[in-house]
């Protein structure tokens, strides 16, 4: 988030410079992508984000559009992630409490009116309010105006009145990992940034590995930041920029003078408002806090001491407190491969605004000061230097590492509200199944201290309930599958769950095919009997995953491997006619029934509306359970979609089984991750051999569960495209017309009638994988047959 209200008010003052992009011809361009996607991603574009899931697609529209400007000028953009929250970020948003307070607000009071600020209205909603709030508002008009329509539309849905967007930036890690995917795919350079992206940026500049910074208005509290580029116009070929000199002269006041205003008004590093200025319009924040300084010097930090209300005040002085040492004391990643504090450095002619430093924000300066033994409590706890490298690469997540050093797994409420029992039930049971296994495998190669750490899984909807994780396990998990290795020594194929089952499926016995005589990690092994090629060490971490999520059983007394009923299904999509671009979304299915708390045609408890008329549920009950079978599986399929600003029908129920299927692969996703990090911490993988490009491309590129699941779009054309072929005499035109009109497929879908079959033709194989659970008593034998009639009655609307 920006400086609040800091950089309409430099607009108003002339303090904004513009230029011709020419003149960044040849220039290294380092962007913040927080500060990126907020000037993209507007209250006006993606408003049904939050209604459908899945990741913006609008976003690739604009992206490719800035890329094509960034290569007429030889312009080599670098995009930096945000990295980890330090304190003030992390309470601000609720994660120690998993947003309880938020989404307790959001359920007892949706009545929002007016603008918000960037971070908090004037009664201090924060930003997690404000969205939660704003959700729970559009799902509340969306369930009225379905009851108050539903009796009488019959095979037109109604399009949603309320947009589901709000006036806050939206939160990029939602999406990071399909942002970073596209970006390997462009061969575009990125970093992820240990803590801030800003001053991570401020780093690279003062390196000379970038030659200019696309950033926010935090900049401007780094001194070694002389001038930055604030927003690009690329229609008009310019860009807007802000000198830090131009600007302190301007509003007459020292650095640390516009350090104490920053932290008093909310910022990136210390979020909130504070007294006395709480009191005025967000937009004029700024403006009021300086005129306060420069006319009656009044000193913000000073002035929380001596404030009536005593417990305010000390609450107050302690964020104030943390924002300027988060400030001092940010690290970053440095060029040796530490993450280590970045000293900023100040403007040669900024002077102080007092000498007690009890009584004035510290200066931002001092590589020679001393570093307090309590700054883990301002910034975090610190983790390994390995640990941020993978997270630097976006290898790992940085949900998993913020529970070490916070000891908060926060678990928030998803997309739908997280209202019904079975996705509260794969909540609570995705600690045995999950958490535990990937804490102990992240916690057992680093410091004992985070060995016996308690870490809690703290959830929206049972905040007073927290669960303590199992750091420690006898054997530990590693021990437990580190005799597991796949080694091919295939360096030109790129892993893919189609390609590892079609390695597993081919093995005679894989316990003489898979299991090691001995353990890989010690120094004393050769090099040659180590992981050596990229498919080799996530192939290897998949199959010990499997074995984790009980797939595959092992002995390691007789060092046997063999498959359960679990995993026989799962070897069997190796050896029947399955698409490989289908094989992760089936297998993320697979997983879902495994967890067994919702069946395919169950409905959830509470029910949730359908967005089918009631015409259709009454008068074609058998074909609408149909209907639901066939959205829920299609909530997995992934369609090709041309990026686009979506604005059609919308679907909670789909979107409620969605939200799942979302959280299914989120777990899927941590637990491969710390798989593969317990390797490579282990030295089972010789690191050396690969570069940046290398790692981002040939392992953080081929890593299964990374993208989000996809959004309800293709389900609802289903959904709608039956419902209309139902009401319409079976007439396959008709409901072609309509999903193509509701849809809007010209813009959308590059060939509707092409991915209408490529998609049955997912239906009809995880059809064939129900039919094989169903003969081994892993599903009801009707859910099988119920879902085999529901596929016929597709290819039978669409023939």
């Known amino acids: 988030m920006p400086i609040k209200s800091l950089e309409s008010f430099l607009f108003e003052r002339g303090l904004v410079g513009s230029y011709p992009i020419e003149s960044l011809k040849n220039a290294t361009l380092g962007i913040d992508v927080d500060h990126y996607v907020s000037r993209l991603?507007?209250?006006k574009r993606e408003q049904y984000l939050d209604a459908i899931g899945g990741f913006p697609t609008s976003l690739k529209l604009y992206l490719e559009s800035d890329l094509q400007v960034f290569q007429e000028y030889d312009i080599t953009p670098v995009f930096i992630f945000s990295g980890s929250p330090v304190a003030t970020q992390a309470e601000a948003s609720g994660h120690y409490t998993a947003a309880a307070a938020e989404a307790a607000a959001a359920a007892s009071n949706a009545n929002i009116s007016g603008p918000m600020s960037s971070v908090s209205s004037s009664s201090g909603r924060t930003a997690k309010e404000t969205v939660l709030a704003q959700r729970h508002k559009a799902w509340t008009q969306w369930t009225n105006l379905l009851s108050n329509n539903q009796s009488t539309y019959v095979d037109q849905p109604i399009p949603p009145t309320e947009a589901f967007r709000y006036s806050v930036p939206l939160d990029t890690k939602r999406f990071q990992s399909d942002l970073i995917a596209y970006l390997i795919s462009r061969g575009i350079w990125y970093q992820v940034a240990?803590?801030?992206?800003?001053?991570?940026?401020?780093?690279?500049?003062?390196?000379?590995?970038?030659?200019?910074?696309?950033?926010?208005?935090?900049?401007?509290?780094?001194?070694?930041?002389?001038?930055?580029?604030?927003?690009?116009?690329?229609?008009?070929?310019?860009?807007?920029?802000?000198?830090?000199?131009?600007?302190?002269?301007?509003?007459?006041?020292?650095?640390?003078?516009?350090?104490d205003i920053s932290m008093a008004v909310g910022n990136d590093l210390q979020p909130y408002t504070l007294s006395p200025l709480g009191v005025y319009p967000s937009q004029q924040l700024f403006e009021v806090a300086l005129d306060m300084v420069t006319t009656s010097g009044t000193d913000f930090y000073a002035y929380q001491f001596v404030n009536p209300v005593k417990a305010e005040s000390s609450q107050s002085i302690s964020r104030y407190q943390k924002g300027v040492s988060a400030l001092r004391y940010m690290p970053v990643l440095k060029e040796d491969g530490k993450v280590e504090f970045f000293p900023a450095e100040r403007p040669k002619d900024a002077t102080s605004s007092g000498s007690d430093s009890s009584q004035s924000p510290p200066s931002s300066a001092g590589s020679s000061d001393v570093i307090p033994s309590d700054v883990h409590d301002v910034v975090a706890q610190r983790l390994p230097h390995e640990y941020y490298f993978y997270r630097s690469l976006g290898l790992v997540s940085g949900k998993l590492l913020d529970a070490l050093t916070t000891g908060v797994y926060a678990e928030e409420p998803p997309l739908d509200g997280g209202s019904s029992d079975s996705y509260r039930k794969l909540v609570k049971d995705s600690v045995a199944r999950f958490k535990n296994k990937e804490i102990n495998q992240l916690t057992q190669p680093i410091n004992r201290y985070y060995q016996i750490k308690p870490i809690k899984q703290v959830k929206w909807f049972a905040p007073d309930d927290p669960v303590t994780l199992t750091n420690r396990a006898t054997p530990s998990i590693f021990e437990r599958v580190n005799l597991l290795v796949v080694k091919t020594g295939d360096s030109d194929t790129k892993f893919s769950i189609s390609k590892f089952l079609s390695v597993l499926s081919g093995a005679q016995d894989i316990s003489h095919s898979f299991v090691s005589k001995q353990v890989i990690f010690p120094n004393s092994v050769p090099t040659a009997e180590k992981l050596s090629t990229s498919f080799d060490l996530l192939a290897t971490s998949f199959l010990r995953t499997l074995t984790l999520l009980e797939f595959f059983e092992f002995d390691t007394t007789s060092k046997s491997l063999k498959a359960t009923k679990w995993g026989e299904i799962l070897l069997s999509l190796g050896t029947q006619k399955v698409d490989a671009q289908f094989a992760e979304p089936l297998f993320i299915l697979l997983v879902f029934f495994k967890t067994k708390?919702?069946?395919?045609?169950?409905?959830t408890v509470p029910a949730t509306p359908s967005a089918l008329s009631k015409a259709t549920l009454r008068s074609y009950?058998?074909?609408?359970?149909?209907?639901?079978?066939?959205?829920?599986?299609?909530?997995?399929?992934?369609?090709?979609?041309?990026?686009?600003?979506?604005?059609?029908?919308?679907?909670?129920?789909?979107?409620?089984?969605?939200?799942?299927?979302?959280?299914?692969?989120?777990?899927?996703?941590?637990?491969?991750?710390?798989?593969?990090?317990?390797?490579?911490?282990?030295?089972?993988?010789?690191?050396?051999?690969?570069?940046?490009?290398?790692?981002?491309?040939?392992?953080?590129?081929?890593?299964?569960?990374?993208?989000?699941?996809?959004?309800?779009?293709?389900?609802?054309?289903?959904?709608?495209?039956?419902?209309?072929?139902?009401?319409?005499?079976?007439?396959?035109?008709?409901?072609?017309?309509?999903?193509?009109?509701?849809?809007?497929?010209?813009?959308?879908?590059?060939?509707l009638q092409e991915e209408l079959e490529v998609s049955l033709r997912f239906m009809r194989q995880f059809s064939e994988i129900l039919g094989e659970m169903s003969k081994v008593g892993l599903c009801k034998v009707e859910d099988h047959v119920s879902f085999t009639a529901a596929v016929a009655f597709a290819e039978q609307a669409f023939q």
Not at 221 to 226: D, R
Not at 597 to 603: A, G, I, K, R
Not at 649 to 669: A, G, I
Not at 712 to 739: C, R
Request: charged share 20%.
């Open 194 to 259: 240990p803590y801030s992206s800003w001053v991570q940026l401020a780093y690279l500049l003062q390196q000379g590995y970038i030659d200019a910074i696309y950033g926010p208005t935090e900049l401007l509290l780094l001194g070694s930041v002389e001038k930055f580029i604030l927003g690009m116009e690329f229609p008009n070929k310019e860009y807007r920029f802000v000198d830090n000199k131009r600007v302190l002269n301007d509003l007459r006041c020292s650095m640390d003078e516009f350090i």
């Open 41 to 43: 991603l507007t209250s």
């Open 621 to 751: 009950p058998k074909e609408s359970s149909y209907i639901l079978a066939i959205t829920r599986v299609m909530s997995a399929y992934r369609m090709d979609q041309k990026p686009s600003n979506y604005h059609g029908p919308v679907d909670r129920k789909t979107l409620v089984f969605r939200d799942h299927l979302d959280f299914v692969r989120e777990n899927l996703n941590d637990l491969f991750e710390t798989t593969a990090v317990s390797s490579l911490a282990a030295g089972e993988f010789d690191r050396l051999s690969l570069d940046n490009v290398g790692w981002q491309k040939k392992i953080v590129g081929a890593m299964p569960f990374k993208l989000s699941t996809p959004n309800t779009v293709m389900a609802m054309i289903w959904e709608f495209y039956l419902q209309k072929y139902l009401h319409n005499g079976n007439s396959k035109p008709d409901a072609l017309s309509l999903v193509m009109s509701l849809f809007n497929t010209g813009k959308s879908i590059p060939n």
């Open 597 to 603: 708390v919702l069946s395919l045609f169950q409905e």
